[in-house]
């Protein structure tokens, strides 16, 4: 056995932890950082788990202050506990989940006793009760699940970023900001004069790196309005310059008065008594609405939105396969505020379906998102109306794994489909879901499109893998993780 078993060792160099790896024997390694609570308290969870196997190695790495070594694990949020086994890496674990890392440390170094069969490591015997009680409430505190339960974070995430109309992912806080993107950030708001809610990434490393898969945004500070991602620092700083930021705020309905530009304006002209337009402005937006079945008013050309939310409705009209028209509202001030007016609609891009208007970006996604929208294009005889079949492909392609369940992740409506969820989560899978009791067509065609009489139903790139027989004995033969990243 290795002198330095059974103690935690601080690492200060990528080759010093390269000639402990190459020994072959069981290595677990955990990256840390000094203003991270959760970090402290795993490591304590660590420092017990070095005692309990003596026959492996445990090494700590202050992620910060060893770039070369965070970079060779790809190392962006703590804690993160990285483990190798015969000269090689066979495991990672992200966040602070102390049942899990006890898990992994004693199915890498075997049972404490040589003569005890292998088994799960005993949180109990990994760490005393109060360190456990400590984790759990840090969990509690941060927003994360407390141990032993699941955690839907993807709908954490939209909770969070819906929870202000503006709203800043940042490091530090806008009393205190942590970093000089943060701090210049929050003195564009401040300058703006509007009202915002923050969260800080630092305290809730979960956050901080499943905002960046779930926006597809590598970087912080993000800034979000009314639910949309506007951009990070750079991107927010160039529409504040250019005045485009004022005018999205406006827009959307933050911060804004009447203009007394826009009041005068309709008082040229023959007044429509219903609206307050002219006469010939209400014509002309009339006649814009009706040139095309499906009319988009957007800031910028599909092929150069001005704005997230209009690229946002362009990408779903085309990924929908709809022929549409645009007008950009930017080339032409009267309509821009006309529009609001005649439509009751304060905020751009407005979508028009057989001259009727649908709504906003938000309102598209979610209908896109429901089948709403392609229903009610077939339904105005816009596109070809999708088969059942066609539907059914694309739900299972929508995401690389696709589990097809009753409930959601976060809530499970029948004992299999929570099976299933915990393996893929104790496997570190990220995978989409669909509740098919909410959907009872797709719930009877998927059966028969599959062959398979039973949910849960998982899919890997578009092909079923199985049910919750199968799921399991591949998670307990270890093919699991294996199976879903071929």
């Known amino acids: 056995m290795d002198s330095n078993s059974g103690v935690v060792k601080n690492i200060n160099s990528k080759k010093e932890l390269d ?12 990256f840390w950082a000094t203003w991270c609570d959760a ?4 490591d304590l969870v660590f420092t017990h788990l070095s005692t309990d196997f003596p026959n492996a190695l445990f090494f700590r790495v202050e992620a910060e202050e060893q770039p070369e070594i965070s970079e060779a694990y790809s190392v962006s949020a703590v804690p993160y506990f990285v483990f190798f086994k015969d000269g090689k890496q066979i495991d990672t674990l992200e966040g602070a989940d102390p049942s899990s890392l006890a898990n992994k440390v004693a199915k890498l170094a075997g049972p404490i006793n040589p003569d005890e ?6 949180l109990g015997l990994a760490a005393g009760h109060s360190i456990l009680e400590a984790v759990q409430d840090l969990a509690k505190s941060n927003g994360l699940s407390p141990i032993g339960h699941g955690n839907d974070l993807d709908q954490e995430l939209k909770q969070l970023i819906n929870s202000h109309p503006i709203m800043l992912f940042m490091k530090g806080n806008p009393e205190e900001p942590k970093c000089g993107f943060s701090s210049e950030v929050i ?31 590598p970087t912080y500070p993000q800034l979000y309005l009314k639910g949309e991602l506007l951009g990070g620092c750079d991107i927010i700083n160039e529409m504040h310059k250019n005045g485009q930021l004022k005018e999205v705020f406006r827009d959307h309905g933050i911060g804004t008065t009447d203009s007394s530009e826009d009041k005068a304006e309709t008082k040229k002209g023959d007044v429509s008594d219903s609206t307050g337009l002219s006469s010939s402005l209400t014509s002309r937006l009339s ?56 439509s009751n609609w304060s905020s751009y891009p407005q979508l028009y379906i057989d001259s009727e208007l649908i709504g906003g970006s938000d309102i598209v ?9 392609v229903k009610v294009l077939a339904e105005k005889g816009i596109i070809a109306e999708e088969s059942l079949n066609e539907r059914l492909k694309k739900l299972i392609s ?24 915990n393996a893929l989560k104790e496997e570190g899978v990220t995978f989409g879901h669909f509740d098919i ?17 039973t949910y849960p139903q998982l899919y890997y790139k578009g092909e079923l893998v199985g049910g919750c027989d199968i799921i399991l004995e591949l998670k307990n033969n270890g093919e699991l993780k294996s199976t879903l990243s071929e």
Not at 307 to 324: D, M, T
Request: glycine share 6%; proline share 8%; with cysteine.
């Open 287 to 342: 006649d814009i609405i009706s040139s095309s079945p499906v009319m988009l008013f957007m800031k910028g050309i599909p092929e150069e939105p001005k704005c997230g939310f209009s690229r946002k409705v362009v990408e779903i009209l085309q990924q929908e396969k709809v022929p549409f028209k645009s007008f950009d509202i930017l080339t032409d001030d009267e309509v821009r505020q006309g529009l609001k007016v005649y």
């Open 187 to 217: 003195e564009i708001l401040n300058k703006e004069k509007v009202k915002f809610g923050s969260f800080d990434i630092l305290t809730n490393p979960k956050v901080r790196e499943g905002l960046k898969k779930f926006s597809n945004w």
């Open 437 to 453: 009791l909410s959907d009872r067509e797709v719930r009877d065609g998927l059966k028969t499109f599959s062959n398979w009489p």
């Open 398 to 421: 929508s995401s690389p794994v696709m589990l097809f369940m009753k409930g959601n992740p976060g809530e499970p409506k029948c004992g299999f489909s929570s099976k299933v969820v």
């Open 117 to 122: 069969p292998a088994a799960p490591a005993s």
């Open 365 to 373: 996604l979610e209908m896109q998102k429901s089948g709403e929208l």
């Open 19 to 30: 000639d402990a790896v190459e020994k072959g024997i069981p290595v677990i390694l955990h």
């Open 39 to 42: 970090s402290k308290h795993m």
